[in-house]
């Protein structure tokens, strides 16, 4: 069965930290590119973070620069997304997504649709 599993969720205050982890089962994470991505209620999901096959190639959306991290371990088959300094609009469920099967290790899918693996999500709250 092929499945990306979130872990990592939970309520932190207002300038904490969460790391969010994405574990792929039934399938080898390295060959896709993988992004997390996040919805808040009444709100269209958006893209948080992307990440290539390689590793070398990142993208972040522009509230999110600077206080968030998307790195992979392939020999974990997992992606991690460390979130720093957050702030209660980070409030969301958060999901991660695996697309473009084989293509260039630096390449960035650029659509939501181009990601056809997603996981169940995991709900991150910031409150103080």
């Known amino acids: 069965q092929l499945q990306l599993v979130e872990s990592g969720g939970g309520l932190v205050q207002p300038g904490g930290s969460l790391r969010l982890s994405c574990t792929a089962s039934g399938f080898a994470l390295d060959y896709y590119a993988v992004g997390w991505f996040r919805q808040s209620p009444g709100k269209e999901r958006e893209g948080v973070s992307f990440i290539s096959r390689s590793g070398g190639g990142t993208r972040y959306a522009d509230s999110v620069k600077g206080r968030f991290t998307i790195s992979r371990d392939d020999a974990k088959n997992s992606v991690y997304l460390q979130m720093n300094g957050l702030e209660p609009e980070d409030t969301a469920v958060y999901y991660c997504?695996?697309?473009?099967?084989?293509?260039?290790?630096?390449?960035?899918?650029?659509?939501?649709?181009?990601?056809?693996?997603w996981g169940q999500g995991t709900q991150v709250t910031v409150s103080s």
């Open positions: 997504a695996a697309g473009g099967y084989g293509l260039g290790v630096r390449y960035l899918p650029p659509r939501t649709d181009d990601y056809g693996y």
